[in-house]
């Protein structure tokens, strides 16, 4: 068994530079996500999407926040 101390660590680590929340990603920042959901899914939602001329992502995030506040209301 190596000793604890028989690493690259030093005993003692200096923070005074650190930045807090430097990997913080805030609630309204929108995060890259990648899912798979069936074609006829993904053709229904570009087809509303191209009509109300929106990204596919801003109408799919809008109905899964309906769905989540619907899903709440019945709790």
Known sequence: MSDVRDNDMPVEIDFSKG????????????????????????EYFSGKAQERGV?????????????IEIHEALK
């Open 19 to 42: 930045v807090r929340g430097l990997h913080h990603i805030p609630p309204s920042a929108k995060v890259l996500m990648p899912v798979s959901i069936e074609r006829r899914v993904w």
């Open 55 to 67: 990204e596919l992502s801003d109408l799919v995030t809008e109905v899964l926040k309906r769905d």
